[in-house]
């Protein structure tokens, strides 16, 4: 970096902030080329929250991103409208060339005052990235750039880690900046935390997967639990759920069907949280540094089988997150296994909200079929209308809510009583639900089928149609027509269309004569389908009580006055 690159005085410049000695420095906005000393004429611009640094992943050879002011690092590259995205990459050295980019570093202020024969200890920025967070300390005889220095702190989940566990200051032991090492969500490692009982200092030692080679896929199970090395109870159940894993993955003989292996894993994990986070840090471990094909693809499958039955903590859900999400690019799937693909079903089982499913062999092998054929039952809005978009790419609701509308009504359900009240046969149910899943209009002869489908659809939608930001809203409208339709027409597309519709079958259902034979007016109707629609965020039943009343007002209004002519052009 000297004088002779800076021929550009025109150019935009933003002062950045070296992380590990904190100096200040100016980077042109264009070429990332750094000074110590702002150029003459040049335009300095303000220092907000909305400037990010471009830097590069040796590991997997991705450009990542970096915000100083928030310390948030992330793999997609910001939007550019509104954003300075500043090209510091080249700063980290041995990082590929880009059009227009050279390899140029930062000299030393004039004022360091280091010497160039004494070994320093240095940790360069081609160590970190948003897979770990890490800063790696070697010796280097030549004092290097300080801008490649350290990045102190670029975790991808920072914040994420911060708000579940409290101040960073208060979280980590002190050590000095330099050594000290980070791992993020994505780095499985053992952990012991600030109310482990079991430290003497109570602090936390947090070892990334990445830094030992043992915490990788190993042949051995770990002396300790990986989620609580203090934990008895898990101290006693390790080994056996690790032989379980292994067998699955095929690293270990076994007599056992696989489907029974994933079975007694998912039990456990299912019965208890604390095995949960066990089973899924496990399998992590056993998927990283795996050069094993058919073990990585098995890996995959298995983890993606437990989470879709059971459901692991906030924190370890968070790193199995941050974990999967790493793989969730296509582009970077190993030769002969879909990683990117499972991975993605991962990251949406881990998103549900809702209850599991009871583990049987029958919903294991559903988790597994679905991991390549995402079911319609807890699948957001878009997600269906993207997974329809090749079948039915002029639909603007739900093929499943239209095929289970269409359903309701051929059965007879306008003649049926109880309809949207009486239970359905559950044998019934799962065989339409499986047929549903592959996009097979199912042979229904039972209107209560459709029915009580429908409802479980609505119910499972990870946000239900009237999200909690109209909520209140919703409630307040009441029984007044006017301030009903205007909440239901705030809604966005394709929910106020999916609303519609289902509002247009109950005042089809709500006519008198229709009436007369299922005992269902409008009252009745609201009152079965409203918890299908909208959702308390609270936990008191007298405020459960009290809003289920106002919720049932709202959708009768909906029923009685909402003119949903609109949604029969889909």
Same mark, same amino acid.
């Given at each position: ?39 003459? *004429? ?16 040796? *590991? ?43 390899q ?43 801008m ?8 991808l ?17 002190s ?33 990334s ?7 990788g ?13 203090c ?12 032989k ?6 095929g ?8 489907d029974?292996?994933?079975?007694s ?6 019965? *208890? ?23 990585? *693809?098995?890996g995959?499958?298995?983890?993606a ?15 199995v ?12 799937d190993p ?22 499913p ?9 988790a ?13 809005l ?10 039915y ?41 499986a ?7 199912p042979?229904?002869?039972d209107a209560?089928?459709?029915a ?24 307040d ?47 009745n ?46």
């Amino acid at each position: 970096m000297n004088g002779s690159t800076y021929h550009d005085n025109d150019a935009e410049w933003v002062e950045i902030v070296e992380p590990q000695s904190q100096q200040r420095m100016y980077a042109n906005l264009e070429t990332g080329d750094c000074s110590w000393d702002l150029p003459e *004429r040049a335009r300095l611009r303000p220092t907000n929250d909305r400037q990010w640094w471009e830097l590069f992943d040796g *590991r997997t050879s991705r450009y990542y991103y970096y915000n100083a002011k928030t310390k948030a690092t992330v793999w997609k590259k910001p939007p550019v409208a509104d954003t300075d995205i500043i090209p510091l990459a080249k700063l980290q050295g041995g990082v590929p060339s880009r059009e227009c980019e050279t390899q140029t570093s930062a000299l030393p202020p004039p004022s360091s005052g280091r010497s160039t024969r004494e070994p320093q200890r240095t940790a360069y920025a081609q160590d970190i990235s948003p897979e770990t967070g890490i800063v790696t300390v070697r010796s280097s005889p030549i004092p290097t750039d300080p801008m490649s220095a350290s990045f102190k702190a670029m975790s991808l989940d920072r914040r994420l880690e911060q708000s579940m566990l409290g101040d960073a200051h208060d979280f980590f032991p002190s050590h000095s900046p330099i050594e000290q090492s980070y791992d993020t969500p994505s780095t499985i490692s053992r952990n012991r935390f600030p109310n482990d009982s079991c430290s003497p200092t109570r602090s936390v030692e947090r070892r990334s997967l990445e830094d030992e080679g043992a915490e990788g896929w190993s042949k051995d199970a770990p002396k300790l639990p990986l989620s609580d090395p203090c934990s008895k109870t898990l101290k006693k159940e390790v080994g056996t759920l690790f032989k379980h894993i292994q067998s699955y993955m095929g690293d270990r003989k076994t007599k056992n069907n696989p489907d029974q292996l994933a079975l007694s894993i998912c039990e456990g994990a299912a019965a *208890r949280v604390e095995t949960a986070d066990e089973a899924c840090l496990l399998i992590v471990r056993q998927l990283t540094r795996n050069e094993r094909v058919e073990s990585l *693809r098995k890996g995959w499958e298995l983890l993606a089988i437990v989470v879709a039955l059971s459901q692991p903590s906030k924190r370890v859900a968070s790193q199995v997150h941050s974990f999967a999400e790493r793989y969730a690019d296509k582009s970077l799937d190993p030769p002969g296994v879909p990683v990117s693909s499972i991975a993605s079903q991962v990251l949406r089982k881990l998103n549900k909200t809702t209850a599991r499913p009871r583990p049987s062999l029958a919903s294991v092998h559903e988790a597994r079929v679905h991991i390549f054929h995402p079911p319609q039952f807890g699948a957001t809005l878009d997600e269906l209308m993207i997974m329809q978009k090749g079948r039915y790419p002029h639909l603007r609701i739900p093929w499943i809510e239209s095929t289970l509308i269409d359903l309701v009504l051929n059965a007879g359900g306008s003649s049926l009583e109880g309809i949207f009240r009486v239970a359905a046969d559950p044998e019934q149910i799962a065989t339409a639900k499986a047929r549903l899943d592959q996009w097979l209009v199912p042979a229904v002869s039972d209107a209560h089928v459709a029915a009580c489908l429908l409802k479980a659809w609505l119910r499972e939608l990870p946000e239900p149609l009237i999200p909690p930001s109209m909520y209140q809203r919703a409630l307040d409208a009441g029984e007044n027509a006017q301030e009903a339709a205007h909440c239901a027409a705030l809604l966005s597309t394709p929910s106020s269309l999916v609303l519609a519709r289902l509002i247009r079958l109950l005042q089809t259902l709500a006519k008198e004569e229709c009436v007369a034979l299922t005992k269902m007016d409008a009252s009745n109707l609201a009152m079965v389908v409203a918890p299908n629609v909208l959702r308390c965020q609270s936990d008191d039943p007298a405020v459960l009580m009290q809003n289920t009343r106002r919720e049932m007002s709202f959708i009768r209004t909906l029923i009685i006055h909402y003119d949903t002519t609109f949604s029969l052009e889909t």
